[in-house]
């Protein structure tokens, strides 16, 4: 069993893959043999989270996941702990291995109520896994409001109950807040939606046992975790050529900042030159706080071997430049307002598709909303899959897509697993965060990382920043951000 960090590289498997993998496992290894590991880990770890427990409820569900549970109450109560288990359903409908477990449980002396127990320092949450099919309802929804509204920790088995273990969208309740502290142990396999959409929130900390089937795990990966990026060590011999030319186009009337985080975070994240192209024709010459940008009108730059972030506080004033944009950037970062304005022009659709043919790098960068705009579909439905939403606008316009939001999702037009990024946190949820973003990736471009490896590198640093952000220092914003640190 291990704790999954921002630094852990995995494979992700949905549902399907996982049912397979447990089936090959199944079979190969002695009756019940898989869910008496499940449970001996759910109740190490359970004593690990709250070695002085007196009381640790388990609310088991009518399917394995409830088995779970059953088997982590059996192993507890061996070990000397009171586990009280309310159980939902009829047992004659229970699967055979969860009925064994059941037995079990029995038979080392729990202690079986038909409510909760009023006081508890553990809660642990098998009441559905990867079996769920509608919206936990009755006292299967009370139970889960009562685990989550106490100061306890809830150890969910396997995945949050509710919780859609491939796309990380709750059945219901999606604003129902966490426990505080929550940690999820999932078996077998990771599952995407631990990390995206709602799931990074109903998880918590995410613990690993592979049951010890590790070899039957042979099915290609859903997605991945990336892990940290090594650091590229930059040579001695090396001067500002050697790390690419960016520029900026953005920064219409009123938006200038948005332009200029974005090449301030260009410039902090090792781009040679930043050019910061501004469409407000009454722009000031220069950042006096940043006077390493070098400031332009956005209509005489020249961007031929340029790597171009396009789009940053652009306004409606960024569309007359993009078809230049598109077919001039050596590479491109399309953000914000430039993907608004593809979203609605087919003949900038048409040259985006373009470039992807030819083989000129580009990432967009949208939100939810962007996202949607660009799919013809809504935020709903691009939030109820995001890996699906990704990969859908990564090669219907052959380009790299990052899509923002917890558990940001980055996509290639190929045949790679997408990669769901494991950092950040909601410090992020603040203006210009995006614009920097972007300024970060056109950097790890100019510097020639080919494009999904610069767009995953870049986000997960992103996050990382605010991982690391000082509790005590000043609340992080865009600025502080694009220079790396506090004010
Ligand atoms: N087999 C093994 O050895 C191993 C299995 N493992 C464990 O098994 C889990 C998968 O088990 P599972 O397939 O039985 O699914 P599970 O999530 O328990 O739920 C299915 C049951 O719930 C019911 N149901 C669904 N939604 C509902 C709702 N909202 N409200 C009420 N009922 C609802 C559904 O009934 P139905 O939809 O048919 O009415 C069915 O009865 C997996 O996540 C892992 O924890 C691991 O230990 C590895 C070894
Ligand atoms: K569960």
């Not at 590289?9 to 496992?25: G, K, N, V, W």
């Not at 002396?109 to 919206?135: H, K, N, Y």
């Not at 186009?249 to 301030?264: R, W």
């Not at 609605?344 to 043919?357: I, N």
Request: net charge neutral; charged share 15%.
């Amino acid at each position: 069993m291990h704790r999954i960090t921002s630094a852990s590289a995995a494979d992700l498997f949905d549902i399907a893959a996982t049912r397979r993998i447990e089936q090959a496992a199944a079979s190969a290894l002695p009756p019940h043999t898989l869910m008496q590991r499940a449970g001996l880990a759910a109740a190490r770890l359970a004593m690990a989270l709250a070695p002085h427990a007196r009381t640790i409820w388990i609310a088991c569900g009518p399917g394995n996941n409830g088995g779970d549970g059953f088997e982590a109450a059996a192993q507890l109560r061996h070990r000397g702990f009171f586990p009280v288990v309310t159980f939902v359903d009829d047992e004659g409908r229970l699967p055979a291995d969860a009925k064994a477990s059941l037995q079990r449980a029995r038979d080392a002396g729990v202690t079986f109520a038909s409510a909760p127990p009023s006081s508890f320092e553990l809660a642990m949450d098998a009441l559905l896994g990867i079996g769920s099919t509608r919206p936990p309802s009755g006292a299967m929804a009370e139970w889960l409001a009562r685990m989550h509204a106490s100061a306890s920790p809830v150890l969910s088995i396997d995945v949050p109950s509710g919780l859609d273990a491939d796309t990380g969208m709750r059945a219901s309740n999606p604003n129902q807040a966490p426990a505080s502290v929550r940690a999820t142990l999932t078996f077998l396999t990771l599952k995407p939606g631990l990390f995206t959409a709602q799931g990074r929130d109903a998880a918590g900390t995410v613990w690993f046992d592979d049951l010890g089937c590790s070899a039957f795990a042979q099915e290609r990966p859903t997605a991945r975790l990336a892990g940290a990026p090594d650091i590229q060590p930059r040579t001695h011999a090396s001067h500002k050529g050697s790390y690419g030319d960016v520029a900026v186009i953005g920064g219409a009337s009123g938006m200038a900042g948005a332009a200029l985080l974005a090449g301030s975070a260009a410039l902090h994240a090792g781009a040679g030159r930043v050019f910061v192209g501004l469409l407000d024709p009454r722009a000031a010459p220069v950042d006096t706080s940043q006077p390493e940008l070098m400031l332009r009108d956005a209509h005489a730059l020249d961007l031929a071997g340029m790597t171009v972030v396009c789009g940053c506080g652009g306004g409606d004033a960024v569309r007359e430049l993009l078809p230049r944009v598109l077919s001039t950037a050596a590479a491109l970062v399309l953000d914000a307002d430039a993907l608004n304005a593809i979203a609605v022009d087919p003949s900038l659709q048409a040259q985006l598709v373009a470039r992807g043919q030819a083989g000129a790098p580009t990432v967009l960068t949208p939100h939810p909303l962007e996202a949607a705009r660009l799919l013809g579909d809504t935020t709903g439905g691009v939030q109820a899959n995001r890996l699906a939403a990704a990969r859908a606008l990564a090669s219907r316009f052959g380009v790299v897509t990052v899509l923002k939001g917890s558990g940001t999702v980055i996509a290639d037009a190929g045949d790679e697993p997408p990669v769901i990024n494991s950092t950040g946190n909601a410090r992020l949820a603040t203006a210009g965060t995006g614009d920097v973003l972007a300024g970060m990736i056109g950097a790890a471009l100019a510097m020639r990382r080919p494009a999904f490896e610069a767009a995953c590198e870049a986000v997960w640093q992103h996050g990382r920043i605010a991982d690391l952000w000082p509790a005590d220092a000043a609340p992080l914003t865009a600025g502080s951000l694009a220079r790396r640190a506090p004010d």
